[in-house]
């Protein structure tokens, strides 16, 4: 099957390439029409932040951009997508322009091998639907890869923070031999905020025997 592996050469040569571009086009602007302008195109924040990075040579920045870690550590890695975004690598989102494709025999792509939160969060919506039970150890170490779970024990849910994506309210129901349901997903993050699902109701009546 074809896949898309991240390679750290292309990132760093389109990187490189971005920062020439529109180096050229900030100092022009700035240069032209002055600080206030870029901060009305922009916004402040991310005036800052380009400034922060434009004040650097081309040397500069290209001797920077070949430390970054999260590209030395996943240098060929397959990228997991989803169909709203090219795909992520953990907490490090990736452009399409920075892989190659690659064909490998049976890829196992699963909740638990998923390095993408946005594809394990349908993996799990798909474990929901299908009131299937999985075990809970296994789901706790696939959302571990992704921050830190806390059980917050007045809303019965278990909470994981992601210093990237914000946060995920996770309910399970707890089953015999360390098994369980997931009932409802609810994300918090610079993409959207809410519930991801919510099948607390037909849970409760599974449970329950209700029709």
Not at 126 to 141: F, G, H, T, Y
Not at 175 to 197: Q, V
Request: charged letters at 35%; one cysteine or more.
């Amino acid at each position: 099957m074809k896949v898309y592996a991240f390679s750290r050469d292309k990132y760093i040569e389109e990187r490189v390439a971005w920062f020439c571009e529109y180096k050229e086009k900030f100092d022009e602007i700035l240069q032209g029409q002055g600080e206030e302008r870029i901060k009305a195109l922009f916004g402040e924040a991310w005036y800052s932040h380009l400034a922060e990075i434009f004040k650097m040579s081309k040397e500069e920045y290209e001797s920077h951009i070949h430390t970054v870690e999260w590209a030395i550590k996943y240098d060929g890695e397959i990228v997991d997508f989803d169909s709203e975004d090219f795909g992520y690598i953990y907490n490090c989102g990736i452009d399409i322009e920075w892989c190659e494709p690659k064909e490998v025999d049976n890829y196992d792509h699963n909740f638990k091998t998923t390095k993408n939160l946005y594809c394990l969060h349908d993996f799990m919506k798909e474990i929901s639907l299908e009131q299937r039970s999985i075990n809970k150890d296994d789901l706790m170490a696939a959302l571990r890869k992704f921050g830190k779970i806390e059980y917050n024990e007045h809303n019965d849910e278990y909470i994981l923070y992601n210093s990237y994506y914000g946060k995920d309210d996770i309910h399970l129901i707890d089953l015999k031999d360390n098994m369980c349901y997931i009932t409802a997903l609810g994300s918090w993050d610079g993409r959207a905020g809410g519930m991801y699902f919510d099948y607390r109701e037909q849970y409760s009546k599974l449970i329950n025997g209700d029709e």
